[in-house]
């Protein structure tokens, strides 16, 4: 099947600095997601890409989904302590959706 | 609304043991699944449902039945538990597209299994 591969595995940054996370694969999606995770909660949607080559901002967050469909970038600008958590990218293909393995921020104020 | 629902939150079963776990969603989603998630490998489906009387296995189904008779909830069974099925379980849903697919996720159900 699917194998997404995200990275870095873990982030530890400076308030206030920028961060960049990716995810690539092997197969093509037609969706790109990225989600956050905070500790014993679920994962909720940070921004959705649904076209190759788009690029959407929600806030101080940007991502871009890739021309080769195969692979999806996240970048936080600024960041505060409250980005802190796990990132995970999802790609999705019909009814079937994958996840990276995700990458674990920690900001340091 | 209260989104996704899952109970219970907390699950200690003995390796045979069966059990249940409850998912529900007060949104009227057509579309609803279940993911593992164990640590370092994120997310993997191991069933979904499409609506009311259809069910699908995704990337890990084995060891694992579901059912779905009303569009509200989808429940996951552990037939026979092993340990090797020692997780956090999350049950998600959302409205079907053609291309959409932006999951609600539940709280999560994290089972132990000895």
């Known amino acids: 099947g699917q194998q997404l591969n995200q990275s870095p595995q873990s982030m530890f940054i400076q308030e206030g600095e920028d961060v960049s996370m990716n995810c690539t694969s092997s197969?093509?999606?037609?969706?790109w997601l990225w989600y956050k995770q905070e500790p014993g909660e679920g994962p909720v949607l940070l921004i959705a890409?649904?076209?190759?080559?788009e690029l959407t901002s929600n806030g101080r967050l940007t991502a871009q989904f890739g021309i080769t469909r195969k692979d999806s970038f996240l970048n936080i600008s600024a960041s505060i302590p409250s980005d802190v958590g796990i990132y995970f990218c999802?790609?999705?293909?019909?009814?079937?959706?994958?996840f990276g393995a995700g990458t674990r921020l920690t900001v340091k104020p | 609304n209260a989104g996704v629902t899952q109970t219970p939150k907390f699950q200690v079963l003995k390796t045979g043991q069966s059990m249940t776990l409850q998912c529900a969603q007060d949104?009227?989603?057509?579309?609803m699944s279940w993911y593992r998630q164990d640590p370092g490998m994120g997310l993997r489906l191991i069933h979904y449902?499409?609506?009311?009387?259809?069910?699908d296995q995704g990337e890990v189904p084995n060891g694992y039945n579901v059912s779905r008779s009303t569009t509200e909830d989808f429940p996951l069974r552990l037939l026979s538990a092993a340990p090797s099925q020692t997780s956090v379980y999350f049950c998600?849903?959302?409205?079907?597209?053609?291309?959409?697919?932006?999951?609600?996720f539940g709280p999560g159900t994290r089972l132990t299994v000895l």
């Open positions: 999802a790609g999705q293909l019909s009814n079937d959706m994958r």
């Open positions: 949104m009227n989603h057509e579309y």
């Open positions: 197969s093509i999606f037609n969706t």
């Open positions: 998600a849903s959302s409205y079907p597209h053609a291309t959409v697919r932006e999951q609600f």
């Open positions: 890409l649904y076209k190759a080559g």
């Open positions: 449902s499409v609506g009311a009387g259809i069910t």
